[in-house]
C-alpha cells in the first residue's frame, strides 16, 4: 500500500481518483482549502494554490506521490481574467514544483489539458507530439505548466508526469461550474429541462467516464520512471469523438426521452474537433477504458434518474 496525496481532491476527477485508489488499497491525503465534512483529520491537509506556504502541509504527510488537479479556473472563466489564471493557476504550481524537488522528489502527476494544448487539430486523432498551438487562455496556461514543469524535471530531477485529459464526465460531476456538457446536458434531459449548444452542434469532442480517466492517471503515477531528459506526457481520453449533436442523441437514447435543444452563436475559441490518440498510453502502461462512450452515458443517466425523479 501507498500513500498519494491528491491536491483539489475534493473536486469531481479528485473524488473519483479517490474512490479507486483506495480500492487498490492505498492510503488517500487531500489536499485542499477546507475540510470536506465527510473527510477526518488523519486524511486531510491545508492546501490553497494562493499559498505558498501550505505546500509544507503536503510535505509533512510524507505521500509516496502527488497528483496536482488543483486548478481555479474554467475555460470561460480563464478568458474571462487572464491574469488571475496564470497568476493563481502557475504560481500555486511553481510553488508545489520547488518545494517538492528541494523536499522530497516523489512522482507528481499534473494533469493538464487534452481539449485546449494542441489548438486546431492537424491530424485526428491527435498524438502527444501534435504541435501546442493553444486558441484559449486556459489552453496557454496549461502550456505553460508543462513548460516549467520539463525545466523541473530536467534541472531538479523532479518526476514530473503530464496527464492531458480530455473531457470526464459522470453524474457526480457539478452543474456549477458550467464545465463539461456531458454532465450538464444529461442532467438537463433527465429533468426534462431545454438545452442550449453554443454554436451548430458539428464541435467535436472527446468524452471519458470519470472512473476510467482516474484509473489512467494512477496508471501514470505507477508506470516505471523515464530518464529526466523526458517528460513523460499521455492523452488520457476514450479515443473516439462525437459531436454535441451526437453527443445528445446517445444521451437521448439512454433517457428514452427526445431533447429538448436550442442553438445560440458559438465561441471563439471553441476548436471544431478534438479526438485523442491514446495509443502511447495503452501501450506503456496497459491501461484502456473500461466503457465505451454509450455504456458510459448509459450508466451516468441511471444514476442521475435514480437520484433526481
Known amino acids: 500500500m501507498a500513500r498519494f496525496a491528491i491536491t483539489g481532491g475534493t473536486g469531481f476527477l479528485g473524488s473519483a481518483l479517490a474512490l479507486e485508489l483506495r480500492a487498490l488499497g492505498h492510503e ?23 499559498d505558498a506556504a ?66 486546431k487539430a492537424r491530424r485526428l486523432p491527435i498524438p502527444e507530439d501534435h504541435p501546442l498551438d493553444p486558441l484559449s487562455i486556459y489552453g496557454v496556461t496549461k502550456v505553460a505548466a508543462e513548460q516549467y514543469a520539463a525545466n523541473f524535471r530536467k534541472l531538479q530531477g523532479l518526476d514530473v508526469r503530464v496527464a492531458r485529459l480530455s473531457n470526464p464526465f459522470g453524474a457526480s460531476q457539478s452543474p456549477a461550474k458550467l464545465q463539461g456538457a456531458a454532465s450538464i446536458f444529461a442532467r438537463q434531459v433527465v429533468m426534462g429541462e431545454p438545452v442550449t449548444i453554443w454554436g451548430d452542434g458539428s464541435v467535436v469532442r472527446d468524452y471519458i467516464d470519470v472512473g476510467d480517466a482516474a484509473r489512467a492517471l494512477i496508471a501514470i503515477m505507477t508506470a516505471p520512471p523515464l530518464p529526466m531528459d523526458r517528460v513523460p506526457t499521455y492523452n488520457v481520453g476514450s479515443g473516439d469523438g462525437a459531436s454535441l449533436n451526437e453527443l445528445l442523441r446517445m444521451i437521448g437514447v439512454a433517457a428514452d426521452t427526445e431533447p429538448n435543444v ?15 490518440d491514446i495509443a502511447r498510453l495503452k501501450a506503456d502502461t496497459g491501461w484502456k477504458p473500461r466503457y465505451s462512450v454509450q455504456e458510459a452515458l448509459d450508466r451516468m443517466v441511471a444514476t442521475l434518474k435514480r437520484q433526481l425523479k
Open 262 to 276: 436550442s442553438y445560440v452563436k458559438g465561441r471563439s475559441f471553441d476548436i471544431p474537433a478534438n479526438v485523442l
Open 28 to 50: 488517500v491525503i487531500f489536499a485542499t482549502r477546507g475540510r470536506h465534512p465527510m473527510y477526518d483529520t488523519q486524511r486531510w491537509v491545508e492546501y490553497d494554490l494562493q
Open 54 to 119: 501550505t505546500v509544507a502541509n503536503i510535505i509533512e504527510a510524507r505521500p509516496d506521490g502527488i497528483f496536482h488537479l488543483a486548478w481555479s479556473t474554467t475555460p470561460g472563466s480563464a478568458e474571462n481574467d487572464p491574469s488571475a489564471d496564470a497568476k493563481t493557476n502557475l504560481g500555486g504550481l511553481l510553488a508545489v514544483f520547488q518545494q517538492i524537488a528541494k523536499t522530497m522528489p516523489v512522482p507528481l502527476v499534473f494533469v493538464s489539458s487534452g481539449g485546449t494544448v494542441y489548438g
